[in-house]
């Protein structure tokens, strides 16, 4: 009769004192201290399961022998095979041969001829890894040997050859990667390149991450024909109610390079500050208040646009812009009271404006009371001030005080299907000046300033209503407002008083005093708008919203724009986007944008047109801008896609791209050609724009990584 013999030992030394060790199997003999099972053996020590054909234990000292079939399961999250394996309980040492091991969180494989195991470090013989299918892998790394610290998570592999179906691709003496997803300073995946114009590119990030609130990553770059820079970010969270980030970066230029192409640089540096705190009064200051508080802050220098430009290898994805703007915004909000302070400092790029000369907002001081609801909620009243510091090097500087008073008496007729109110709108304004009028202007002398006062009380009529008609599953919901505003009283004295009849400050205007007035010609309002919505089965399958203004004042009427914007969901995956605005004066179209787009099942696209046509300073400015996008997946490998960008004013491609990209669970592999036009600063031409021609090529190892490298073909300028 067959039976059970189940043999337990206490393995005795001091690293597994607490170890106990337990071998199973349906046949069992001993020999001496040598104990030895059979038929589906199983042994059981730590946090692992072995089983084999054959097992045999040691008590005396500690030597386990598998042989035949040896999987070893470890926490369930990996397992590993072997024809032969040795192990010691008391020293914690093994040996495998040949060795197999698949991680299932990460879905990688590993095949070597031997591995030898001493606690949590493993070395390997030759062999390969994968994270495909191991009977015929679409990618395999080899190598000449590897180690692996179970502790740290940690592979690394030497003389790596990368295969992609048996094609050998690249080679590197030394790769190391982590198996699991936990923060550690390394190496990270460089990017490649290589241009006709700028040379071999090659960029090495460098991730730093000693402690678990804060990383940085840096990012050391060389462009063989150009020069060469180091960008970086390092990224912080101080406390549980904040986050933020730095960014710097300078790059040299080649002398050849920057005379060739007449860059107005031959160094580019700058920085990024990025920073977020929604509870900083009661952290910093200890403050505990009933209710919240919050700093944002976005910072940005730099001294010309290829700062951004050479941040990284693909410069079409740079967004690049003439004007920068930098905040810092703190609050304060309770039940009843909101404060706030904003600082907002503008940088101009392209040197077409002084920045001496530049008006910045340091800052404004911001105070509202919430909306009191007195006589059942038939009267409502909230106050708004603000006091703002422009600020300039170079000019006449000005502190601006204002005060907003709206009081609204509101009622409901007809049932309540005819809403009504009154708006009585006060509203104030003090001014101050101080500093130096502009140099090298003889239009802005000191006399052209002068403290001033202004008031005014406007009357607002409203009458507004919501309709409901249902026909069947649709359902239609119309919204129409009217609502007239008298130019009440008006007061003004000193500044307002010099420029508000005045001509010198027209629409247009460059006279430096005129930078600081910012009122309205008074004037009576008409506004008429209806709104319209349509749901489905519940749902809102579309949206119109109509509006024009008419303005009467002393000169005369006119009528505002009259604008249309429609939200139209066409079908289950189209729709179609339109805002429209028509000017009556010059009897034409101003503004207009059309975006339909359809989203299906294998297919997605997009078409979009911007078209405009203002008056600036007495001339027109025309533009007129198309873009489209498509995308086809044609099965689960398989996708195409395509965009273009074309600016039909200036008749100029602004980008055109076309690739695919072939995904496998294991394996990315694209390709996509990209035109793109993108800004520079010159000597000659200070909005000049290069036009960049590149191939791309992506290749993803999942789950380890990988890295796109681009070829860039043209770059005319």
């Keep these: 009769m067959r039976k059970w013999i189940a043999l337990s030992v206490i393995a005795c030394s001091a690293l597994f004192a607490q170890e106990r060790v337990e071998l199973f199997g349906l046949n069992a003999d001993a020999n001496g201290s040598v104990v030895h099972a059979y038929g589906n053996p199983v042994l059981t020590y730590q946090d692992k399961i072995l089983t084999a054909q054959r097992l045999s234990y040691d008590r005396n000292t500690s030597v386990v022998e598998a042989e035949g079939n040896v999987t070893v399961f470890g926490q369930g999250k990996y397992h590993a095979i072997s024809d032969y394996t040795k192990l010691n309980i008391d020293t914690d040492t093994r040996m495998s041969r040949p060795f197999y091991m698949i991680d299932h969180q990460n879905g990688l494989w590993m095949s070597t001829e031997q591995s030898d195991a001493c606690e949590s470090q493993i070395d390997l013989a030759s062999g390969m890894v994968s994270g495909c299918n191991s009977t015929d892998p679409l990618w395999k790394i080899r190598f000449s040997s590897a180690n692996y610290n179970t502790d740290k998570m940690w592979m690394n592999l030497y003389n790596a050859r990368l295969y992609v179906e048996n094609v050998p691709l690249f080679y590197l003496p030394y790769f190391g990667y982590p198996t699991d997803k936990t923060r550690r300073s390394g190496l990270l995946i460089p990017e490649f390149g290589l241009s006709s114009d700028q040379g071999f590119f090659y960029q090495q990030p460098i991730y730093i991450a000693p402690h678990n609130w804060w990383d940085a990553e840096l990012r050391p770059q060389i462009r063989t024909k150009r020069g060469s820079g180091l960008y970086g970010d390092f990224r912080f969270v101080d406390t549980a109610s904040s986050e933020g980030s730095i960014r710097f970066g300078y790059f040299k230029e080649q002398a050849a390079y920057a005379f060739e192409n007449d860059l107005a640089n031959m160094k580019h540096y700058g920085y990024d500050v990025n920073y977020q705190h929604s509870a900083f009064l009661r952290e910093w200051f200890d403050l505990e208040l009933e209710g919240e508080s919050g700093l944002y802050v976005n910072g940005r220098w730099m001294n010309d646009v290829d700062y951004l430009n050479l941040q990284q290898i693909d410069e079409t994805q740079n967004t690049t812009t003439n004007q920068i703007l930098s905040r810092i915004n703190a609050y304060y909000s309770s039940e009843d009271d909101y404060l706030g302070m904003y600082l907002k400092h503008y940088q101009y790029l392209d040197g077409s404006i002084d920045n001496g000369k530049t008006i910045q907002i340091l800052p404004t001081l911001h105070y509202h009371h919430y909306l009191e609801n007195f006589l059942e909620d038939h009267l409502l009243i909230n106050a708004d001030t603000t006091i703002t510091n422009y600020y300039r090097p170079d000019g006449m500087r000005a502190v601006e005080g204002t005060v907003n008073v709206p009081l609204t008496l509101q009622a409901g007729f007809f049932e309540n299907t005819v809403d009504a109110s009154y708006v009585a709108n006060l509203s104030g304004r003090l001014i101050g000046f101080y500093g130096n009028p502009q140099t090298n202007n003889a239009n802005d002398g000191i006399d052209a300033y002068e403290s001033g006062e202004y008031g005014q009380v406007d009357h607002t009529f409203k009458l507004s209503s919501a309709l409901v008609k249902p026909y069947g599953e649709t359902t239609h919901v119309m919204t129409p407002e009217i609502a007239y505003t008298f130019a009440g009283s008006r007061y003004y ?32 309002t008409l506004s008429l708008g209806v709104n319209n919505y349509l749901f489905e089965k519940g749902k809102q399958t579309l949206v119109d919203r109509l509006s024009q203004n008419f303005r009467y004042d002393n000169v005369g009427n006119y009528y505002g724009e009259l604008t249309n914007e ?116 010159t000597n000659d031409n200070a909005n000049d724009s290069v036009n960049d021609s590149y191939v791309f090529l992506t290749l993803i190892l999942k789950p380890i990584g990988g890295s796109e490298f681009n070829y860039k073909i043209t770059n005319n300028q």
């Excluded at 000193?494 to 205007?509: F, K, M, Q, V, W």
């Design 493 to 524: 004295k000193g500044y307002y008083d010099r420029y508000h009849n005045d001509t010198i400050c027209a629409l247009g205007s460059t006279n430096p005093a005129c930078e600081f007035y910012t009122l309205q010609s008074p004037s009576d």
């Design 566 to 681: 429609l939200e139209w969901q066409i079908a289950q995956a189209v729709s179609y986007y339109n805002v429209t605005s028509f000017n009556h004066d010059r009897n034409r179209i101003t503004k207009e944008r059309n975006t339909i787009r359809y989203d299906g099942k294998n297919i997605t696209s997009s078409l979009n047109h911007h078209y405009s046509d203002e008056l600036r300073n007495g001339a027109t400015v025309y533009s007129s801008y198309w873009s489209a996008d498509a995308s086809y997946q044609y099965n689960r490998h398989y996708r195409f896609f395509g965009l273009v960008a074309y600016d039909y004013r200036e008749d100029l491609m602004k980008r055109s791209e076309i690739g695919f990209l072939y995904s496998q669970r294991c394996l990315d592999v694209g390709l996509r050609f990209v035109q793109n036009n993108r800004p520079v600063l």
